[in-house]
């Protein structure tokens, strides 16, 4: 895992996983040093990741007050009950039916839980926390924050890109990708996790864009894509083209026939 400064207030743990035929994506988890800790989304559902270790390089998990989820998918998951355990004060924010998400696997204890919709906010001590519906995602749960102090935009899925590389993909700023490239592999995300989105009024998407465009984010964070600063314009450019980008259509049992075809046998 891989830990990057933000300015003073957000440190991020990302741990790149590779998506074989689409590219290198990166896996984001962060940590907002409020006076009341913040860490957003717990990593990766699979065994041997060492999230823990790693965000006890960072924070002491004691300390930890809350946990924001920006949507129960197991990319975002991974470590929520062991952070729980060893965060006896924390609280999950999350929504009604991110709880009941949740819930169909392991249940959440109701008490550890605190319900924030899309357009409320939070005190965490020594700044506010205002929630917000990022305009692509692919779960209903799905809620995203802006921070007034640091003024950082954390947008859960919205702005994700697979790159071409683990180093770009577990890098430290978007800006080391290429303009062209990170266009092309932001639509392709958006294409792939918002499909949705190619069947949506372009005005319609495009009003969903403009509250976050007239916050001015000194820093634009996803859970996909390296942090991004000064590059705004570009950002929310690329988000108002989204409807128009080409539609995903990933491989067929033929596709992948052929590729087992490949394989040695065993």
């Known amino acids: 895992m891989r830990i ?38 717990t990593g990766l559902s699979l065994p041997g990741r060492g999230f823990m270790d790693s965000l006890g390089e960072v924070v002491d998990p004691a300390d930890v007050r809350w946990i924001w989820l920006t949507h129960p998918d197991r990319d975002h998951t991974g470590a929520l009950f062991d952070l729980l355990a060893a965060a006896p004060r924390a609280r999950v924010i999350t929504t009604f039916l991110g709880v009941g998400i949740l819930s169909t696997a392991t249940p959440l204890p109701m008490d550890r839980v605190y319900l924030l919709n899309p357009g409320q906010s939070i005190d965490v001590g020594d700044r506010r926390l ?4 990022p305009p692509l995602f692919d779960s209903p749960a799905t809620v995203g924050f802006f921070d007034d102090r640091s003024r950082a935009c954390f947008s859960s899925d919205c702005f994700g890109a697979p790159l071409p590389t683990m180093d770009l993909a577990g890098g430290d700023s978007a800006g080391a990708v290429a303009a062209s490239d990170l266009r092309d592999a932001q639509l392709l ?10 069947d949506i009024d372009r005005a319609r998407f495009a009003a969903t864009i403009a509250p976050l465009r007239a916050l001015e984010p000194t820093a634009i964070l996803c859970s996909h894509l390296p942090p991004a600063v000064g590059q705004n314009a570009t950002l929310f450019d690329m988000l108002a083209d989204a409807p128009g980008a080409d539609a995903f259509v990933g491989p067929d049992q033929r596709a992948l026939d052929a590729v087992l075809q490949t394989f040695e046998p065993v």
């Open 4 to 41: 990057h400064q933000v300015g003073r207030d957000v440190t991020v743990l990302s741990d790149p996983t590779e998506v074989p035929g689409i590219g290198f994506l990166p896996i984001n988890a962060f940590v907002l040093h409020a006076a009341e800790p913040v860490v957003v989304d």
């Open 130 to 133: 205002h929630a917000f519906r």
């Open 189 to 198: 995300w958006a294409s792939v996790d918002s499909p949705w989105v190619h």
